[in-house]
Every structure is written in structure tokens, then in C-alpha cells.
């Protein structure tokens, strides 16, 4: 993120928490919804905060044509704070894994590692990877709802007849103009039991992301062997150079966030 949009980031923060506050009380049971969804993901940042880790299987349906080949099969993303990612296929007959541990990454098979090494490398002259982490204070973190407009608020059902939020949502024009991102609107089904997202759409001017959540489990930490190759993957497991880690994970997103 550019000097600009830090030096600005917070004050639009605060700034649009406090117009959020002065809404109706429909506006504000809206906000509710959309803040007990994000809550457990944005609590994975909190410098405190003794759950660290985060495991979903979801299945892709639109994506890039990077990402042509995960398209409409389960995927398991493992994720633990600050250092730590696995995303793999769960398709016996079409296993691919993406791991990284630290400053150390792997990929299977190894014509998968040799076309991710092979898509280039981004260093922005440093070879070490940057940790996971949001441009936000633990304070700031507790406003991340208020970073965002909400453009649709329904309530509905899925084809079980069970009860779901549908909210579609982009950032406040304000975080927009600070973070110098590309304009993009998302579509996410809630569950109004237990607030967990079931599906998400991201839709930019460029291209359009969309996955169906299977199921979501946090975490304190994953069992260290989560990113080991285990088994028969260890023949095969490549390693990729950690300067190839950003293009890497830039082939395999499912939906990045827009910037």
C-alpha cells in the first residue's frame, strides 16, 4: 500500500464509522449481519488473539483461466497467522498442493511446480515473503465492517429451505480513493443461524470470482504436519523459490481481492 493510502487509511476508518453510526436501526442490524460474518476472519489478526489458524473447503465456480484447472472441485485452504498457507485439491485422481511454511514453499506435483515457477517471479527486490498480516491497528480492526457500503440487504432461502442473509457490498468510496484499488462489488449468502458465509461472488470490470463454501473451522494453530508433504506427495514435493511465491499464489487464487 502507496504513503498516501496509510497516512490515510485510518481517518477514513473512523471518519465512515461515524456516519455508519448515525444510520436507522435497519442500517444498523444490516452492518450487524455483515460484522458477525467477517468477525472470525478478521479476529485472526489481532495481535493478541489465541485463534490463529483457519481451515474451508470450498468449490470454485468462476474464476480466472489461471485458475481454470481448480474449477468446480473441492479445495481445502488452510491458513495460520502470520506465515503459514496450504491450498490443495481433495480429488484423489487430481491431487495439486501449494504449501507455504514460513519462508519455505512447495508445490505437487512437479509439473504444477514447474509451471508456477515458470509464470515469473515478483520480488519488489526482496527475496524474503512478507508476513500475512492486515495494514490495520488491532483498534482499526474492529471497524473493518465499516469499511464497506452495503448496496443490497435481503432475506431469503436456499433450495433446503433454509433460512440465509444476501447482502452485495463494496468499500466506501473513501477507503477506495485511500487504497488506490479498482472498484468491485460482492455477493455473499449468510446463514442466519450461525452467521457463517456459504457463498461469495466478486465481481471487478475485469474479471469475476465466485466459490460455494463447504464448511469453515477456526482454529488456535493446525497440526504442524498440515504443511509437510505427507506420504506419497514427499516424492514429489518441489520446492519453489520464495521469490516465485507471489506469482505462484497469483496463479492459484480462486479470487484475490481487488486492488
Not at 460474518?37 to 479476529?43: E, H, T
Not at 495481535?47 to 481454470?68: N, P
Not at 433450495?159 to 477507503?175: A, T, Y
Request: glycine residues 6%; contains cysteine; aromatic residues 10%.
Amino acid at each position: 500500500m502507496s504513503k498516501f493510502a496509510l497516512q490515510h487509511f485510518s481517518p477514513a476508518i473512523v471518519a465512515t464509522g461515524l456516519l455508519l453510526a448515525g444510520e436507522s436501526l435497519y442500517a444498523q442490524n444490516k452492518y450487524d449481519i455483515l460484522a458477525r460474518a467477517v468477525q472470525p476472519y478478521g479476529a485472526l489478526f489481532y495481535s493478541k488473539a489465541t485463534t490463529k489458524a483457519m481451515q474451508a473447503d470450498v468449490v470454485l465456480r468462476e474464476g480466472t483461466l489461471a485458475a481454470a484447472e481448480f474449477l468446480n472441485q473441492p479445495l481445502r485452504i488452510s491458513l495460520q497467522i502470520p506465515d503459514k498457507l496450504r491450498v490443495e485439491t481433495l480429488d484423489p485422481r487430481h491431487r495439486i498442493v501449494f504449501c507455504r511454511n514460513g519462508q519455505s514453499v512447495w508445490a505437487y506435483p512437479r509439473d504444477f511446480a514447474a509451471t508456477v515457477t515458470a509464470a515469473g517471479r515478483v520480488t519488489n527486490g526482496e527475496s524474503r515473503i512478507p508476513d500475512f498480516r492486515l495494514p490495520l491497528s488491532d483498534q482499526e480492526i474492529v471497524f473493518i465492517p465499516a469499511l464497506f457500503r452495503i448496496l443490497r440487504f435481503e432475506s431469503g432461502s436456499d433450495s433446503s429451505g433454509k433460512s440465509v442473509w444476501i447482502l452485495d457490498f463494496r468499500f466506501v468510496p473513501e477507503i477506495t480513493k485511500a487504497m488506490k484499488c479498482d472498484n468491485w462489488v460482492a455477493n455473499a449468502v449468510v446463514n442466519q443461524d450461525d452467521f457463517q458465509v456459504r457463498r461469495l461472488r466478486i465481481e471487478t470490470a475485469h474479471w469475476t470470482g465466485k466459490f460455494d463454501v463447504l464448511a469453515t473451522h477456526f482454529e488456535r494453530a493446525l497440526p504442524p504436519e498440515t504443511w509437510k508433504p505427507e506420504g506419497d506427495l514427499a516424492n514429489e514435493a518441489t520446492p519453489i523459490p520464495p521469490e516465485s511465491f507471489g506469482s505462484a499464489l497469483g496463479r492459484i487464487s480462486a479470487i484475490a481481492m481487488p486492488r
